[in-house]
């Protein structure tokens, strides 16, 4: 074993001394309660939010990186929680799924939601977004399912991003109806 594996392995001993010491290097995590659904109204819209900007940022940096199935996949992520977080704002409920097209669906069922962000989701440019990312949260985390095939892909740097800075800027960039919360 070469000195730097070694050097990894006693790095990995170190953790495991840490194990469940309140180290934060090794944090303490538990499962989701047995009433999933239930735990799903207990996240902020601030949270959705926090995480959609992780998957923004790493969508963006992966794809700059030539990585691209898990570009697409976390760019796929980021609008799901951007449209979770349109539900929660407005309905303070939570939606459970991933399907971009129901989620947008169930934003412009909300009767509050203000007029410039319903416009912007009615789009066929906002649409169109949704259906193209949409079929990265299924392809790169279960690429053996066999009923499942990912046809006449292609991928155009830096252009195949530029759908996802649309989405982000248009839905997000309209305070006050997202502000807060």
């Known amino acids: 074993m070469s000195d ?12 495991d001394s840490c194990r469940g010491n ?7 995590y538990s499962f989701p309660p047995q009433d999933f659904h239930a735990g ?50 407005f309905s303070k409920k939570c939606r459970i799924g991933h399907k971009l097209s129901k989620l947008r669906t169930d934003c412009l ?4 939601l203000p007029s410039d962000l319903r416009i912007f989701l009615e789009s066929k440019r906002a649409a169109t977004v949704i259906d193209f990312y ?12 066999s009923d499942f095939k990912l046809e006449s892909h292609g991928v155009l740097i830096p252009d195949d991003i530029k759908p996802l800075d649309y989405f982000v800027y248009s839905s997000s960039a309209k305070p006050p109806a997202l502000a807060g919360g």
């Open 134 to 145: 949409e079929p990265y949260y299924q392809y790169p985390r279960y690429p053996a399912v």
């Open 109 to 112: 069922k909300e009767n509050s």
């Open 40 to 89: 799903m109204e207990k996240p902020s819209y601030g949270s959705f939010i926090f995480f959609a900007e992780y998957h923004y940022f790493v969508a963006r940096s992966l794809l700059v990186s030539g990585i691209f199935y898990y570009a697409f996949f976390s760019a796929q992520q980021c609008l799901e929680l951007y449209l979770k977080a349109i539900i929660k704002k």
């Open 22 to 28: 309140g180290n934060s290097n090794f944090p303490k």
């Open 4 to 15: 730097l594996i070694e050097k990894y392995g006693k790095y990995i001993d170190f953790l």
